[in-house]
Nanobody, 116 residues
Framework: QVQFVESGGGLVQAGGSLRLSCAASGFTFSTYAMSWYRQAPGKERELVATLTSAGGSPNYADSVKGRFTIARDNAKNTVYLQMNSLKPEDTAVYYC?????????WGQGTQVTVSS
């Protein structure tokens, strides 16, 4: 079955960095677009970054451009999110998502808390 193991979240001071990882199994990882979403308390889930299956140019939310970098390693079935210059408003639960034209799968989420 489809499984995700998300890791790398935690508590960090403003200006710090974290690297999230999402290791996937149970589907053909290389054929899926991979994305990171986040959801802050009381807010809707929002798209942070997307990388297509073809590995083209990633797309980022305006709020994270220049600070976050999404990358994938198809050999390891893993997608990463490098987060630099973190701000308190980046505090949220971060979810990885795998999507193709037929299916969408979600990770369980990992908490990121940025203190001021």
């Amino acid at each position: 079955q489809v499984q995700f193991v998300e890791s790398g979240g935690g508590l960090v001071q403003a200006g710090g960095s974290l690297r999230l990882s999402c290791a996937a199994s149970g589907f053909t990882f290389s054929t899926y677009a991979m994305s990171w979403y986040r959801q802050a308390p009381g807010k809707e889930r929002e798209l942070v970054a997307t990388l297509t299956s073809a590995g083209g140019s990633p797309n980022y939310a305006d709020s994270v451009k220049g600070r976050f970098t999404i990358a994938r390693d198809n050999a390891k079935n893993t997608v990463y999110l490098q987060m630099n210059s973190l701000k308190p408003e980046d505090t949220a639960v971060y979810y990885c998502q795998a999507r193709n034209r037929w299916f969408t799968y979600w990770g369980q989420g990992t908490q990121v808390t940025v203190s001021s």
